[in-house]
């Protein structure tokens, strides 16, 4: 059973595991998948497409699943992103951005602020800095 903090909202559709925490103000959308003993802190965004792993922990303010928007001609379209895939214990910090199609592996810590773009690899047990950008492929 998650415990859902008031203000938060989960979708129908979305998947919760069993003692996973969704703080106040926090969004998750239909088809997003929460492991086990997570938590997405307050004001988090949880869009469609996005597995979070068990025991991870999303901090306030971060977004999971972001499509990206180029411009007409930009080196980084190519096809559909795919799935954001986060692996169990990760941390996700305060204000990161992480988009479709990333794959951030087990144990990885993503700072406050920092951007993962689509098609990008976090390794296991990675950090990440505060403000810093994996770019796309």
């Given at each position: 059973m998650a415990d859902l903090y008031p203000g938060a909202h989960v979708a129908p559709g979305?998947?919760?595991g069993s003692g996973v925490t969704i703080e106040p103000g926090a969004v998750v959308h239909d088809g997003a998948r929460i492991g086990d003993e997570s938590t997405i802190g307050s004001c988090a965004v949880v869009r469609g497409g996005v597995g979070v792993g068990a025991r991870?922990?999303?901090?306030?303010?971060?977004?999971?699943?972001?499509?990206?928007?180029?411009?007409?001609g930009s080196s980084a379209?190519?096809?559909?992103?795919?799935d954001l895939i986060i692996g169990d214990g990760a941390t996700v910090c305060a204000g990161a951005v992480l988009y479709a199609g990333a794959l951030i592996a087990a144990g990885a810590i993503i700072g406050d602020?920092?951007?993962?773009?689509?098609?990008?690899?976090?390794?296991?047990?990675?950090?990440?800095?505060?403000?810093?950008?994996?770019?796309?492929?």
């Open positions: 979305a998947e919760l991870c922990l999303v901090e306030d303010g971060a977004v999971l699943g972001k499509r990206p928007r180029l411009r007409a379209a190519g096809a559909r992103p795919g602020q920092a951007q993962i773009r689509e098609r990008s690899q976090v390794g296991e047990r990675s950090v990440i800095g505060r403000g810093s950008c994996v770019d796309f492929d």
